[in-house]
């Protein structure tokens, strides 16, 4: 295996995960995904010089999902889902699901800016340090802890507002 296959094949689930948080849909998220990995390939050879491969493609799959969410709203495809509750398809584990406390925060970070939910996505899913998400994300080291601050005090409001959790 080459440097560059290491490297995606290291990253490549959080790449879909990032892109899942900004897009919302799996289908979507993983056609950014495959949009970075296509792209990347005609540079593979300037990636693998790079110091941070990893938080380059972080950067890149964050951009790529932005850029297909804001044509999406657009057409006004996803504000339409975002405003409608789903009802289809309610079968016995989506209706477990969406009682369940991780289902209650995964809708309440879709409420937060896209940049407050990045960098709490990268954050706490992914474990990454605040120097890896400025990084990835092309902020300042300020202004990751400022999002990351108010995404979760936006999100620690909301599951109050909620009684999802208790003060």
């Known amino acids: 295996m080459d440097h560059y296959s290491s490297i995606i094949t290291s990253v490549r689930d959080r790449l879909y995960r990032l ?3 900004v897009v919302n849909d799996a289908d979507e998220a993983e056609d ?6 296509v792209k990347s390939w005609k ?13 380059w493609l972080m950067r890149m799959t964050k951009h790529q999902a932005i850029d297909r969410l804001r044509s999406a709203r657009v057409r006004g495809v996803r504000e339409t889902e975002a ?42 899913v992914e474990g990454m340090e605040y120097k890896e998400i400025a990084e990835a994300t092309n902020l300042s080291l300020s202004q990751v802890k400022t999002y990351l601050h108010r995404g979760r005090g936006k999100l620690r409001a ?6 999802i959790v208790e003060s």
């Open 32 to 37: 950014v995904v495959q949009d970075v990995l």
């Open 43 to 55: 540079k593979r050879d300037q990636i693998v010089s790079l110091d941070n491969p990893p938080a």
């Open 158 to 163: 909301l599951l109050l507002e909620q009684r």
């Open 19 to 21: 892109a899942l948080r």
């Open 83 to 124: 405003a409608a509750p789903d009802h289809d398809a309610q079968t016995p584990y989506r209706i477990t699901a969406a009682n369940d406390t991780l289902g209650h925060i995964h809708r309440l970070l879709q409420q937060l800016p896209p940049d407050q939910r990045t960098v709490l996505q990268l954050r706490e």
